[in-house]
């Protein structure tokens, strides 16, 4: 595709069941990122994936919060036993991962934890 | 650490020149970029500027970069309603590395 895609679009859960995200990055593109933006608030940095090197997952706010990806190419973002405080909006970006590449972001999957 | 502050909001009336401001803490930080968030949009990479630089000037938008102070800003000219979003600084540390993000300061243009 043109752009990074992202799937849901809007999830909607109980507290405490398990949700899973999807990025689908712009073909090409090594370097992947997951970002967490609540209401009114910055984005949040989550994890980045770069090529076959380990992730920095420095930004994973605890362990129910997992990412893969394989290769270069999806990426699923798994939140166990969500919590109220989870709701946010999940944005994807990629990039080729140059110096000079800010990545380019995927519209978001606004999640909602009743 | 790394931290990126930004003033929340601005309002400026249409056709006057707006300044967004952003400081940043660390003086590693490679690139520096502005987004923009429109209302129920994703964001979009407006500029960026490399820190061995002081200006960058794209069409309307002119990003100064002072070094010494860690501050960034980004002036837009002639400022139009279409430019009311909410507009993000974020610093880089090192090649292809996660972004660090200020919390966006909201741009309100009024006619």
């Known amino acids: 595709g043109a752009g990074v895609s992202q799937s849901p679009s809007n999830k909607v859960t109980e507290k405490g069941k398990d949700v899973e995200l999807r990025c689908d990055p712009i073909?090409?593109?090594?370097?992947l990122y997951w970002y967490r933006q609540r209401l009114g608030q910055g984005l949040e940095f989550l994890i980045y994936?770069?090529?076959?090197?380990?992730?920095?997952k420095s930004g994973l706010p605890s362990d129910r919060f997992s990412a893969e990806r394989t290769g270069e190419s999806v990426s699923t973002l798994t939140i166990q036993r969500t919590q109220q405080e989870d709701s946010a909006v999940y944005l994807c970006?990629?990039?080729?991962?140059?110096?000079?590449?800010?990545?380019?972001f995927g519209p978001g999957t606004r999640l909602t934890v009743l | 650490g790394e931290d990126v502050e930004q003033s929340l909001f601005l309002s400026v009336r249409e056709g006057d020149s707006s300044v967004i401001n952003c400081t940043y803490t660390?003086?590693?930080?490679?690139?520096l970029y502005w987004y923009k968030q429109e209302p129920g949009a994703g964001l979009q990479l407006l500029t960026y500027?490399?820190?061995?630089?002081d200006m960058k000037q794209d069409q309307r938008l002119t990003v100064l970069l002072n070094k010494k102070d860690k501050h960034l800003s980004l002036r837009i000219a002639d400022t139009q309603t279409g430019d009311s979003a909410i507009y993000f600084c974020?610093?880089?540390?090192?090649?292809?590395?996660?972004?660090?993000f200020g919390q966006g300061t909201e741009l309100s243009v009024k006619p």
């Open positions: 970006a990629s990039s080729r991962g140059g110096l000079n590449e800010g990545g380019f």
């Open positions: 073909s090409g593109h090594t370097a």
């Open positions: 994936f770069q090529g076959n090197s380990a992730p920095d």
């Open positions: 660390d003086s590693s930080s490679t690139y």
């Open positions: 500027i490399f820190s061995n630089m």
């Open positions: 974020a610093e880089s540390i090192y090649q292809g590395g996660k972004l660090i």
